[in-house]
């Protein structure tokens, strides 16, 4: 079965480029030729030729070319229209050898990653071409037969895929018309310097995790941090989304209307290793009823509703002080590290009022602002917003989850001992392993896995401190590089509380830095413990946990 390529179908017409733009004098020429040439195809043979003698004297024409007219008419007057004076388009006087030197240089070179200038090809043809006593050819030549490749091939053989998918047509559009049905979730760095709410040193860039419906384009909503993109910040974006946001809006201090809540039918995403549908994120959306979509690999115009989200928000953060800009010709001499000056608290405080904002301006698409449409059309279809019956469990569901050995005093997990009554239950029921859920922000207590049910099992320390994985590899970094002997559980939680206490009586860039570097984290990873939210707290990650 042959391609559906432009070049095996028929064309509608064929069409003359210079019918429009032919004179005034010579259309009229033309046009008389033409009725002329009608008239005379209309006799019978035997009698034309007094008919073209007659005709040519009229267009003042020999009868050569009325007769040349003839055999080209075709019942319109375009048909009688020359081909344009000049070599035709896309036609070269090149010599055969220097166009087979131009097309081996600029496959060699030209088409590759390494993404050579046009203009160092154009020097490697010439060399060759003097070498073989050929005439060298210009660079606008070389230029134009570069024009006239396919330029998504050219984009694509050169790794500028992004380019390649701006040039590839993408009709239709993902309509959704009902609210709660479909939800976009994607990640994206935000592009402003935070600083450090204990000392204002600046702590690098925040990811932020955006919620959307795309029915009504309401911000279902969203999570910020300075750890990467992971299932643990997926979680805590979720439970932001489905919890009602009043108490969430009065922590912040922001005075609004975030109606939008409850659980969707569906949540659609890319392809990234923390919406994979057969690890714990799938099995957790699958266990509240939520379909998982996945986006088809390279067609990220699929997910435009997030991504044209997270660009408007992108383009509102470029005015905060300390923001870092698109990119180094647009930051200019502008130094977003010296001009930082909002802490993470105020960045949070920040995007709710743009959510907030978001939802009451009118969007292009729409014609009329987000929330309108969205209590417009949960009017029409009757929808009610009904949170988790239990939240806890509902964020549970999504955190990370390993499985461990038992030994004598429970077992150990980052050197963290964990021991209890749930632990002991296993073991009597000949359990040599134990699997549990863990939340990176706060390991004070981890949720084993008994039978059907999660119980949690407090940490093996006086007091069980709200301790964070960050801190964790951070102590254990520091002992490796002082060559402190092996760590204890004891030893490590220790080491994390005395940290803590340095860092608030000597709150030192050097200090910090020294800690960091022991650690082996970049300073855009780090940031002090803080509150983030009405969902607990909130604390610093230097990578993915899970």
Not at 24 to 44: F, N, Q, V, Y
Not at 110 to 132: P, W
Not at 417 to 432: A, D, I, M, T
Request: hydrophobic share 35%.
């Amino acid at each position: 079965m042959p391609s559906d390529t432009l070049e095996n179908r028929t064309p509608a017409f064929v069409y003359n480029p210079r019918l429009t733009t032919l004179s005034d004098r010579s259309w009229e020429s033309l046009r008389t030729r033409a009725e002329i040439a009608k008239a005379i195809s209309a006799l019978p043979p035997g009698k034309r030729a007094r008919a073209v003698e007659e005709g040519a004297r009229r267009a003042k024409v020999s009868k050569a070319t009325l007769y040349r007219d003839l055999a080209k008419f075709n019942g319109t007057v375009g048909d009688l229209i020359g081909l344009k004076p000049g070599c035709p388009a896309g036609s070269t006087k090149l010599l055969a050898e220097v166009r087979e030197i131009v097309r081996r240089h600029l496959e060699d070179s030209y088409l590759r990653k390494e993404r050579r200038s046009l203009q160092s090809v154009v020097r490697k043809i010439r060399e060759e071409c003097a070498a073989r006593a050929l005439p060298a050819p210009a660079y606008s030549t070389v230029a134009r037969a570069v024009t006239r490749l396919d330029q998504i091939m050219v984009a694509r053989r050169r790794g500028e895929d992004s380019k390649a998918r701006s040039m590839i047509l993408a009709p239709g559009s993902y309509d959704i018309t009902t609210p709660m049905s479909v939800w976009q979730i994607d990640h994206t760095k935000l592009d402003v310097i935070i600083v450090s709410e204990v000392n204002r040193i600046p702590i690098g860039r925040a990811w932020v995790t955006f919620i959307i419906d795309v029915a009504s384009r309401m911000i279902a909503g969203f999570y910020l941090t300075l750890e990467s993109p992971s299932r643990h910040t997926v979680a805590k974006a979720l439970i932001n989304a489905v919890m009602p946001k009043e108490k969430y809006l009065r922590s912040l201090n922001v005075v609004g209307v975030w109606p939008i809540f409850g659980l969707p039918r569906a949540l659609h995403s890319d392809n990234a290793a923390e919406f994979r549908p057969d690890g714990v994120y799938g099995r957790a959306c699958e266990n509240h009823f939520i379909k998982v979509i996945l986006r088809q690999v390279g067609k990220p115009h699929h997910g435009g509703h997030i991504e044209r989200l997270i660009g408007s928000m992108m383009g509102r953060a470029k005015l905060l002080p300390g923001a870092t800009k698109s990119n180094p010709k647009e930051r200019g001499s502008y130094n977003s590290v010296k001009q930082a000056r909002m802490s993470f608290r105020d960045v949070e405080r920040w995007l709710a009022e743009q959510v907030i904002d978001y939802h009451s301006a009118r969007h292009s698409t729409l014609g009329r602002p987000p929330l309108v449409e969205w209590r417009e059309l949960c009017r029409q279809q009757r929808i009610v917003c009904e949170p988790p019956a239990h939240p806890d469990a509902f964020y549970r569901d999504f955190l990370p989850e390993v499985s461990v050995k038992i030994g004598r005093r429970g077992f150990h997990w980052k050197t963290l001992n964990y021991c209890g009554p749930v632990v002991q239950q296993l073991v009597r029921s000949g359990e040599r392993s134990v699997t549990f859920k863990y939340d990176p922000s706060d390991l004070s207590q981890v949720f084993v896995r008994l039978g059907e049910a999660y119980h949690a099992v407090g940490l093996n320390y006086p007091g069980s401190p709200q301790i964070t994985l960050w801190e964790v590899q951070c102590e254990l970094a520091r002992r490796r590089e002082c060559k402190a002997g092996p760590s204890t559980s004891a030893l490590t939680v220790a080491g994390i509380l005395n940290a803590r206490v340095e860092e608030l009586d000597q709150p030192s860039r050097e200090r910090q830095s020294e800690r960091l570097k022991l650690a082996g984290i970049s300073l855009g990873k780090v940031a002090s413990s803080s509150k983030a939210g009405a969902w607990g707290e909130f604390f610093s990650s230097g990578g993915r946990h899970d």
